[in-house]
């Protein structure tokens, strides 16, 4: 699995993080890291962060 932030897109509001704290959080900064290449046990957390995310700013680009 891997997926992509389109910052673009996001905000950084964070509803990402609270799908799947261990793929998606907010740093210090404020700003969106990811980690591009979750193992598959995040597959249901990442899906769920997908559908959260109010900007549609998160793809998987492979599954
Ligand atoms: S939920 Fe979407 S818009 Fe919000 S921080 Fe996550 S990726 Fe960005």
Redesign the pocket.
Known sequence: MRID?DFD?????????L?APNV?W?DDEGD?Q?VAEPPESERDGVED?IA???????HMVQS
């Open positions: 932030i897109r996001c905000e950084g509001h964070g509803m990402c993080e799908s998606f907010i969106t990811f962060a959260a995310c109010p900007m549609q700013a998160i």
